[in-house]
């Protein structure tokens, strides 16, 4: 069983940034791939971004291509999200994902484990 606890969230101004962290429990966080997914009020949960076990292979959303940057450190069991040139439309509530399998992976049903969520305002 892996729990993850995100934080960082908040309120910002447009064009300002954030940065989001997931702290994952367990040992076996080093061979998980990990992804952000958000969801905003009325919508359904949509992709980020994601980073495989190593690191190695990496995928953005087209929304947030350019302007967010996901990363991970297995010695602190954490992944995160860089988010700059934050736009109004990226308000949500952010979640962080471990997927039991080491790729990387857009698709909500891949992933085992699901935080609770941070809420990110972005204010225009």
């Known amino acids: 069983q892996v729990q993850l606890v995100e934080s960082g969230g908040g309120l910002v101004q447009a064009g300002g940034s954030l940065r989001l962290s997931c702290a994952a429990s367990?040992?076996?966080?080093?061979?998980?791939?990990m992804g952000w997914f958000r969801q905003a009020p009325g919508k359904e949960r949509e992709f980020v971004a994601t980073?495989?076990?190593?690191?190695?292979?990496?995928y953005y959303a087209d929304s947030v291509k350019g302007r967010f940057t996901i990363s991970r450190d297995n010695a602190k069991n954490t992944v995160y999200l860089q988010m700059n040139s934050l736009k109004a439309e990226d308000t949500a509530v952010y979640y962080c994902?471990?997927?039991?399998?080491?790729?990387?992976?857009?698709?909500?049903?891949?992933?085992?484990?699901w935080g609770q969520g941070t809420q990110v305002i972005v204010s225009s």
């Open positions: 994902a471990a997927n039991k399998k080491p790729l990387a992976s857009w698709r909500r049903a891949d992933y085992d484990y």
């Open positions: 367990g040992r076996t966080f080093s061979s998980y791939a």
């Open positions: 980073i495989s076990w190593s690191g190695g292979l990496i």
